[in-house]
């Protein structure tokens, strides 16, 4: 992949702190863009940290970009463009939908990504040998909305933009898809170690069922419950930041200050 196309992948937090010495690299939720997440980056810009996160084609300014409806597709190209990050340790966050790419990307391209140090499986159950198919196919928009509704990821304000539903909607309802016939049939134990991070009040991710992600490593496991729903970190991204920095031992780094 040529610099131009993996500068479409991979956004920079642009208040990073220059000379930061490790790497958060953040795979967003389903319909999800890499700017969402910039609170949580503003918190932790000042702990050394270089904060990092995918954009996915067809929304925002790759809206024009045919979308991935696989979560191994989108697995395989942003392993390709990870393959210049190698200059210092990366601790990898998935959020829902990000956490099953983060897990298939580690499983089938983690020898190639050795920088890759850490994962964090943020708010999803780890993936199964099945298919969950949750949802009627092709999915109609007022599936997706009350499946959003009911995990609270959409305000009553953005409800009432029909102009901001018609751009959002496809990228969810594609990503949602994708979720929903994703399985592996051989799971695969990470040589990495696993942070899964769980809102207290997330009625699609329970601690029992985040629980197993212990199963998928060969290095420490440890789980966080920290106060919120599904986008827990949404309204208190500092909750989150401060379990990111502690949680740099788990790989066995210096802890940062």
């Not at 997440?37 to 990092?52: E, H, N, R, V």
């Not at 198919?133 to 999915?139: K, Q």
């Not at 995990?151 to 929903?180: Q, R, T």
Request: glycine share 8%; charged share 25%.
């Amino acid at each position: 992949m040529n610099a131009l196309e993996r500068d479409k992948w991979i956004r920079k937090y642009p208040a990073t702190t220059n000379g930061a010495s490790s790497r958060l690299l953040v795979l967003p939720h389903a319909g999800g863009s890499a700017n969402y997440y910039w609170p949580l980056f503003a918190q932790l810009s000042t702990c050394g940290i270089d904060c990092m996160a995918i954009q996915y084609p067809g929304r925002q300014d790759r809206i024009r970009e045919t979308m991935i409806d696989r979560i191994d597709d989108y697995a395989d190209r942003i392993a390709e463009a990870l393959e210049g990050l190698g200059d210092k340790p990366t601790m990898l966050l998935g959020h829902s939908m990000g956490a099953l790419i983060g897990y298939d990307l580690l499983a089938r391209h983690g020898r190639r990504l050795p920088f890759i140090d850490c994962f964090v499986a943020s708010a999803h159950h780890p993936p199964r040998r099945q298919a969950p198919s949750r949802f009627a196919r092709p999915m109609s928009d007022e599936t997706v909305l009350a499946h959003l509704q009911a995990l609270g990821g959409m305000d009553d304000e953005l409800l009432s933009e029909p102009a901001l539903l018609d751009m959002i909607l496809p990228a969810v309802k594609n990503d949602l898809e994708a979720v929903d016939v994703f399985a592996i049939e051989r799971l695969e134990r990470l040589h990495v170690p696993i942070l899964a991070v769980i809102g207290m009040e997330d009625k699609s991710t329970k601690r029992e069922g985040a629980s197993d992600w212990a199963h998928l490593t060969e290095r420490d496991f440890r789980l966080a419950e920290l106060p919120g729903g599904h986008f827990y970190f949404a309204h208190q991204p500092r909750e989150l930041a401060g379990v990111i920095v502690q949680a740099q031992h788990l790989a066995g780094r210096e802890m940062t200050s």
